[in-house]
């Protein structure tokens, strides 16, 4: 199933989930993509794999979603990969630890929610 809401799409596959997410994520979008994650956790998807090539900003809202998800995939035995970063999410992810959950696109021969 393919959905978009704001500054991102979804496209669910269970247990794969690819989402794409674009321009800023900060509180005031983390909401849409917080509930664009539940819907597809709910479908069954276990293997969320975020693409955030086009982000401009993100901010403690938007990694804390990160984080939370993360130990929610982790703990159904589920993970939680971060694709095609930008350099200032790639520069925060490195900051606060989480560079861990980088993967190249390649590695994954995936397409992206948008471009499918």
């Keep these: 199933m393919y959905q978009r809401f704001g500054n991102a799409s979804i496209r669910t596959d269970p247990p794969v989930a690819l989402v794409d997410v674009s321009g800023e994520c900060d509180i005031a979008t983390t909401s849409t993509l917080t509930g664009l994650f539940n819907t597809a956790v709910a479908e069954g998807c276990r293997d969320f794999r975020v693409d955030m090539n086009r982000v401009t900003f993100c901010d403690a809202s938007m990694i804390g979603l990160l984080v939370s998800l993360d130990r929610r995939l982790?703990?159904?035995?589920?993970?939680l990969t971060i694709l095609g970063t930008s350099e200032c999410v790639q520069r925060l992810l490195h900051i606060v630890g989480l560079d861990s959950l980088l993967r190249e696109r390649a590695d994954l021969g995936y397409t992206t929610a948008s471009n499918g």
């Design 74 to 79: 982790r703990a159904d035995d589920g993970s």
